[in-house]
């Protein structure tokens, strides 16, 4: 397969992973789910079982993968993965501003940058998740609106670069690019 880079946003709960797991599955034959979600409490667990669950009976490649996205690619392609589901990059935003607390969008740029490099060498698709967070409020705190700042910047170079993009709206995804 020849590589091909897709995104898929919306908001929370609006379907972007299970449709983005039919996706990869329909599109390739072995697959790689890259899951940026750190663990911290109760409730998150929850959320990471429910996805493992759907994921059940598919022979996924799972992947947990944190920071070093490009690393990751790399564990994918040693699997001979002609398929990965990157899920979600707005995680891995908040990583990435969590590990290094002066994080600020010209380093997302920077990070993106080298992320756009590894993803248009794969051989093979990648799906990208992430959520749109910058239809609602200005957030309150200066963090706040940095983290959505570094998002929107994360998901404008991304649409750029992906060859089809498409947004998830109460469950119904919507291709708007490709």
């Known amino acids: 397969m020849e590589n091909k880079i897709v995104l898929v946003t919306g908001g929370a709960r609006s379907g972007k992973s299970a449709f983005s797991e039919r996706f990869v599955r329909e599109n390739s034959s072995r697959y790689a789910y890259i899951a940026t ?18 994921r059940k009976g598919f022979s996924w490649i799972d992947i947990e993968e944190q920071l070093d996205l490009t690393g990751a690619l790399e564990r994918a392609a040693a699997e001979n993965a002609d398929g990965v589901l990157i899920d979600c990059l707005t995680l891995w935003v908040n990583n990435l501003m969590y590990h290094f607390p002066d994080f600020n969008e010209l380093e997302m740029r920077g990070r993106v940058s080298d992320l756009l490099g590894a993803l248009e060498e794969y051989p093979g698709l990648v799906v990208l998740v992430l959520n749109e967070v910058g239809l609602g409020i200005v957030p309150e705190t200066a963090q706040g609106r940095m983290f959505r700042d570094c998002s929107g910047r994360c998901g404008q170079m991304c649409a750029a670069a992906a060859d089809e993009v498409w947004m998830c709206v109460c469950g119904i995804p919507l291709k708007i690019k490709g």
Request: hydrophobic share 30%; net charge neutral.
């Open 37 to 54: 979600c750190p663990v911290l409490d109760e409730e998150m667990r929850e959320r990471v079982k429910v996805h493992r669950e759907r």
